[in-house]
């Protein structure tokens, strides 16, 4: 059993030591502290103890650098720790071993690939943009993980919505840095933190009206891409999002009764083809793109990309709101422009929820057998009224 002594400067110089084996003293005021002085004669301050029904040593300093009280207060707060089973030792290590957020992400990202992969269609798409907002905040990929903080967070975000002006993105790079922490079932998650405040969305409610929806079919139909004035005007025609139309299949096109069926991912396991009622605008467009498919393509809009049917269309539509002399709208407003000029002629909810191929909020199957032609008879009236003066070929 080792000495006690009262650890004191005087006293730890004075100790005889052996020069073969390791000499070690106990502290007569704090138990499990003890100084061992080795054979060269360096002089070191320990806790020895069981933690968990197992011996622990841990190092508290080196004599003379650390001196005795000192020595003797950080033994009683590890002391302390250990007594309510915080270790400090073992906290390093696992912070030695812990993962990186990249280590991290790699997994994540790995399901990211596996589940875009589901919709082969729109994998490449889906992938390139987790990729794009990854590349957004390198600064934290070789973060351990218990270095990202909710304030660096904030921060982050604070900076690259003002100096950088890209308040969406903003949102979206915390989004994933959120998605990839639950991912990887870590105890906390930085990003969730009531800390952190999203920026508001501000909903667009912006729509072609009158002269200028005039003036824009007028230079949509002059536009040297014939297949997107096809795809813009089928989206004013049917209210279908730009990236719906772009992906029409033909087995969802029931040209003889005038229906489109898009098939729409609901969740997981269950998906929509809510019937959209084509109008006559939209028929003639479809029937002429019909007869021109002599390549018989799966897809309406065909092209050689990895999806196999065209994509991009912002620069056909910057091109084509100049020709228009209009600027500040998006393609996705032309689904709004519909919805809007639809809503004005007094369309009932019944009649915009057909003609947009929504469900109602309350019911899933309220409106499953609604009768779309009504819909089309109505909406066929307004687009006649609002483009009565454009001749379409």
Known sequence: MAKKVNFTKKIIDGLPWSKSNATTYSDEKVRYHRIIIS???????QVYMKHNGKPVKRKVGTYPEVSPEKARQVAKDIIGELNIGVDRQDEKVKKRNE???EDIWKDYYKYLVDKANKKPKTAAKNIA?????????????????SEITPDMLVKFHRNYSIDKGKKTAANNILRQI???FYYANVDYNPAASKKIKYNPRNKRKKYLRGNELNAFVNAALQDES???CDVFLLCLFTAARIGSVMSMEWTDVRLEYGIWEPITKVSDDDEDNTPIGLVEKALNILRRRYKQNIDKSEWVFPSTSKSGHISQPQKAFKRILARAGLEGFTPH???????????QASATDQELLT??????????????????GIVKTHYNVVLDRILKNIDFI
């Open 355 to 372: 003609l947009t191929g929504n469900k109602t909020l309350d019911t899933k199957d309220v409106y499953a057998q609604r009768d779309v």
């Open 99 to 101: 993962p990186t957020y």
């Open 129 to 145: 943009q987790y990729d794009s907002v990854y590349n957004c905040y390198e600064e934290f990929h070789a973060l351990q993980l």
């Open 226 to 228: 014939k297949d997107f």
């Open 333 to 343: 407003d032309l689904r709004r422009t519909a919805i809007s000029h639809f809503a």
């Open 39 to 45: 054979p060269s004669g360096r002089k070191t301050f």
């Open 178 to 180: 959120r998605a990839c």
